[in-house]
């Protein structure tokens, strides 16, 4: 069981999280959605351990994260950033071989070459895999590391993966490859937290959904009792409509197409005192009614 305890994080003084707390069981996979600057992305940096709350503290079955030897984390938890800048001529299996450095010298390390092969199939890269990451597409890119976080945790299901945005630059197919990896890894006992934009996405695969708002949770709960329309235009101030799919019985969201708001920009624009013609000189009044 992962539990957060009323984390607070601070940066120069401006509060990013307040008081976030709850708690995740095993084969538990949560998804954590949010508006632009919402604090996902450090929420998730102190559940790595990258940065340190202010206050509060997180525990992973009973002990602080705090409290656990480096080694032994690195088998518990494993944490797919939401950039992963690739400025060396790595071959794809050397950088998926990197989830197991932590392994040397522990019995788990004969595992190393199986962890790899597995996670390198199920994602697609066995074909890559002699192939410099500096000639890979950005959606290829993120599947190799994303299976070198996998093979981090391959052969510990009791453990964390945090993974923030792991589907960025993937196309369709592997944006849906990359959650159901994910959810069939919940059912093995693992606990996923997992930063998305995509509500649907998250609606699909996760069991649960968290929403941050200025930092602050503001709801927790199933697809169906957070993806409320009410809900979707405070967090995301946008009108949608929310449907149960009856095939599936997942919840649904569909957005309303949005308009330019003209007047709000021309406001905003003549009270920074600009004009009022801005893109390829063309009014805003007039962007908006094309
Ligand atoms: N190093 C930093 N210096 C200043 N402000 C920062 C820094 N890191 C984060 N912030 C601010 O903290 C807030 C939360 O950022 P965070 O990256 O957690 O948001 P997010 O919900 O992940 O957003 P996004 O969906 O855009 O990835 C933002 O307003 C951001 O500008």
Redesign the pocket.
């Known amino acids: 069981m992962l539990r957060v305890e009323s984390i607070t994080y601070k ?2 003084k401006r509060p ?1 999280l307040k008081d976030i707390s709850f708690s995740i069981r095993p084969g538990e996979m949560v998804a954590l959605l ?10 998730m940096r102190l559940l790595s351990g990258e940065r340190k709350p202010e206050s509060g503290r997180i525990m992973l079955y009973g002990d602080d994260l705090r409290d656990y030897k480096r080694k032994i984390l690195a088998t518990k938890r494993a944490y797919l950033q ?1 950039h992963n800048p690739v400025t060396m001529a790595f071959s794809v299996k050397e950088v998926v071989m990197m989830g197991r450095y932590g392994f040397k010298g522990l019995p788990s390390a004969k595992n190393d070459e199986t962890a790899v092969l597995e996670t390198m199939e199920l994602c697609g890269l066995l074909d890559f895999a002699d192939r410099s990451m500096l000639s890979l597409s950005g959606g290829e890119q993120q599947r190799v590391h994303l299976a070198r976080v996998l093979t981090q945790l391959w052969d510990n299901p009791d453990a964390v993966l945090l993974l923030d945005e792991p589907t960025n630059n993937m196309d369709l197919q592997f944006q849906h490859q990359t959650l159901s990896i994910a959810a069939a890894m919940a059912k093995k006992g693992y606990m996923i937290i997992v ?1 998305l ?1 995509d509500v649907n996405l998250a609606a699909q695969y996760a069991s649960r959904l968290i929403i ?1 708002k200025d930092g602050r949770k503001w709801w927790d709960g199933t697809p169906a009792q957070v993806l409320t329309p009410q809900h979707i235009y405070t967090a995301f101030g946008i009108h949608a409509q929310a449907y149960t799919d009856q095939s599936s019985l997942k919840t649904v969201i569909v957005p309303k197409e949005i308009k330019l708001d003209a007047a709000k920009f021309n406001s905003n624009l003549q009270a920074a005192g600009q004009p009022i013609y801005n893109l390829a000189n063309t009014s805003i009044d007039e962007l908006a009614t094309i």
């Open positions: 940066l120069n990013l949010g508006s632009n600057g919402a604090g996902k992305s450090t929420l939401q930063v934009h941050l």
